[in-house]
Nanobody, 126 residues
Framework: QVQLEESGGGLVQAGQSLRLACVFT????????FGWFRQAAGNERSFVAA????????KVADSVEGRFTISRDNAKSTVYLQMDRLNSEDTAVYYC???????????????????WGRGAQVIVSS
């Protein structure tokens, strides 16, 4: 069955960087678009970034524009989220999600994704 596993979370100081990775197994990686979402304590899950099946199209949330970059390596079935200049507002659990290619449009609504990882905790101390 399809599985996603995030890694790379941790505790960092404000201004530092982290790179999250999401390994996808159980199906053909290139048949999916992928997204990253985050959920802070007491808040709803929110969109962070998304990438198309080929990697040629990406979308990031306004709140992380210029600091976060999404990428993918189809040979390794892995999606990445590079997070630079982190601040305390980035503290959250980060989830990787897979979207079957039923539409060419990158989705920002978490309810429209088909598969999810368990999440990776990111804590940014100020």
């Amino acid at each position: 069955q399809v599985q996603l596993e995030e890694s790379g979370g941790g505790l960092v100081q404000a201004g530092q960087s982290l790179r999250l990775a999401c390994v996808f197994t159980g199906h053909t990686f290139s048949l999916y678009n992928f997204g990253w979402f985050r959920q802070a304590a007491g808040n709803e899950r929110s969109f962070v970034a998304a990438i198309s099946w080929s990697g040629s199209v990406t979308k990031v949330a306004d709140s992380v524009e210029g600091r976060f970059t999404i990428s993918r390596d189809n040979a390794k079935s892995t999606v990445y989220l590079q997070m630079d200049r982190l601040n305390s507002e980035d503290t959250a659990v980060y989830y990787c999600a897979a979207d079957r290619l039923d539409s060419p449009k990158l989705k920002q609504n978490w309810t429209q994704y088909d598969y999810w990882g368990r999440g990776a905790q990111v804590i940014v101390s100020s």
